[in-house]
């Protein structure tokens, strides 16, 4: 049922959407699971309702940029309902981090970075990249590893030259500067230690996950390996342009899988730092499935799995 509401490209359905992740955090505000603080207000009630208004505005900002670059065949609110759901699926998610936060500055460089295709000269362009993901970077260290992300997709997306990377390597370095101002005010540049900054965000292992967890990870997996095989039809099929576009998120993919060597096995960052390609990849997949009734039960498999998850 959901899978049918949410192929709609009425705009109406960016309302459900939110309602779907409220309910989906309803038990963030019953639960007593603690987790380590990193990043916090002081107050729970106010870090969750402030989760809720990122994700909301992120869910739609990347269905957004997945429906002015046609990412997923026929516009629809696909993309909307599963990130929503990758990043309401654990009760160990439900808490103000940094990932998420930085997530925001991510969707802002995607966006950017779809926009340089097929554009001279963009060196404005590239001084944003740069600066969004230096600032996603500062809020969770990881994030750093994007910029790679940039050089590779600038080769692979236009012809640049030696201006384009050192544009963007001064909009990396303008946001660090400022922070390494800042540390030498407060007399804390010497100070500095890289580790300080890669600690874990989630302290979760496999003993924590519940058998409703497992099963949300079985199925999700699954979905994953038949979206994948989906996925790469769909680039050999689509348009030059679009095909480009599909391979930078499937680039994204990878770069947020590799982060896994930079935070020391946090295991949930990862998977968050990747829940924006992942939900572009599924919903297509949902999209492109002619058999509806199998997309539902897919999909109602998870959503419960991930439920009975936060109680059980």
Known sequence: MLIGVFKSNQKIINGLAILALVLLW??????????????????????????????SIQSIYLNFIVSEY??????????????????????????????????TFVLLAL???????????????????????????????????????????????????????????????????????????????????????????????????????????????????IATVNYFGVIGKAVVKTSKMLMVVLLMLAFGLMSLFLNQNDFLATFLMSSIPLAVMIAGFFQNLKKVWLAEILFTLLLVAGVLGHFL
């Not at 963030?28 to 969750?48: C, H, I, M, N």
């Not at 990412?71 to 009760?91: E, G, M």
């Not at 101002?181 to 874990?200: A, E, M, P, S, T």
Request: charged fraction near 10%; aromatic fraction near 20%; proline fraction near 3%.
């Open 26 to 55: 309803v038990p963030a505000f019953l639960s007593d699971t603690v987790q380590p603080e990193l990043l916090s207000t002081g107050l729970r009630w106010l870090d969750l309702i402030l989760m809720i208004l990122l994700l």
């Open 70 to 103: 046609k990412l997923v065949k026929d516009n629809s609110h696909l993309t909307s309902l599963i990130y929503i759901l990758l990043n309401s699926c654990f009760i160990w998610l439900f808490k103000l981090n940094g990932v998420v936060l930085a997530n």
């Open 111 to 225: 966006h950017q970075l779809f926009r340089i295709y097929a554009t001279k000269n963009a060196f404005s362009i590239s001084f944003s990249i740069g600066f969004l993901f230096s600032l996603a970077g500062l809020i969770y260290f990881p994030m750093f590893s994007y910029f790679l992300l940039f050089w590779f997709v600038l080769i692979f997306t236009t012809t640049p030259t030696w201006r384009d990377f050192i544009v963007s390597l001064i909009g990396l370095f303008t946001p660090l500067a400022y922070f390494l101002v800042y540390k030498f005010i407060v007399g804390g540049l010497f100070l500095l230690d890289v580790n300080n900054y890669i600690k874990n965000v989630f302290v979760v292992n496999g003993e924590n996950f519940t058998i409703y967890n497992q099963l949300f990870v079985l199925v999700l997996l699954f979905i994953i390996c």
